[in-house]
Antibody, heavy 118, light 107 residues
Framework: QVQLQESGPGLVKPSQTLSLTCTVS??????????WSWIRQPAGKGLEWIGL???????NYNPSLKSRVTISVDTSKNQFSLKLSSVTAADTAVYYC??????????WGQGTLVTVSS | DIQMTQSPSSLSASIGDRVTITCRTS??????LNWYQQKPGKAPKLLIY???SLQSGVPSRFSGSGSGTEFTLTISSLQVEDSATYYC?????????FGQGTKVEIK
């Protein structure tokens, strides 16, 4: 069974770049028709879809974050990554990596809390 | 963006009750409507996809229905372990968007 695990700094200073990596285990990131995505959830609030990448490198970003987001994939390491630039306190959230099927999010990582604070 | 509005925002029901959560979309969507369950401190879990298809391993007391702009998630007989927050999500039009969540508590 495919499992996903987020990793990266839990504290980022304002105006800096948030960087997270998702490691996929139990299967190849290149197999099947899946997209690899990032979703975030501020404490006590709802879910916000950030964007996704296909292993070909094709990306799709939420327009609300598009100017600051980069999602990349490293198939040799079975990983994909998120970079979010110019962060503010509003970017403080639990960040989830996820595997999407054609029309739904089928698997989620456990989530990692990223706090933006000086 | 397609706006998703869930109702109610929260509910309290007894074990064995039938529970219905509604999700309304700001525009008509195809059948790309999914439901997730999230328990405190945990990642969401897919329950229902494509309006009414039950994800593997999900108890049959969960069901989904609807079309156009109105969709429902029904729990036919509420169990203790169903205490959670439920989210609808559309994947008809990018960016994917979620409802604000419905918190289900046990009386």
């Amino acid at each position: 069974q495919v499992q996903l695990q987020e990793s990266g700094p839990g504290l980022v200073k304002p105006s800096q770049t948030l960087s997270l990596t998702c490691t996929v285990s139990g299967g190849s990131i290149s197999s099947g028709t899946y997209y690899w995505s990032w979703i975030r959830q501020p404490a006590g609030k709802g879910l916000e879809w950030i964007g996704l990448i296909y292993t070909s490198g094709t990306t799709n970003y939420n327009p609300s974050l598009k100017s600051r987001v980069t999602i990349s994939v490293d198939t040799s390491k079975n990983q994909f990554s998120l970079k979010l630039s110019s962060v503010t306190a509003a970017d403080t959230a639990v960040y989830y990596c996820a595997r999407e099927g054609v029309t739904m999010i089928v698997s989620w990582g456990q989530g990692t809390l990223v706090t933006v604070s000086s | 963006d397609i706006q998703m509005t869930q109702s109610p925002s929260s509910l309290s029901a007894s074990i064995g009750d039938r529970v219905t959560i509604t999700c309304r979309t700001s525009q008509s969507i195809s059948n790309y409507l999914n439901w997730y369950q999230q328990k405190p401190g945990k990642a969401p879990k897919l329950l229902i996809y494509a309006v009414s298809s039950l994800q593997s391993g999900v108890p049959s007391r969960f069901s989904g229905s609807g079309s156009g702009t109105e969709f429902t998630l029904t729990i036919s007989s509420l169990q203790v372990e169903d205490s959670a927050t439920y989210y609808c999500q559309q994947s008809d039009s990018s960016p994917w968007t979620f409802g604000q969540g419905t918190k289900v508590e046990i009386k």
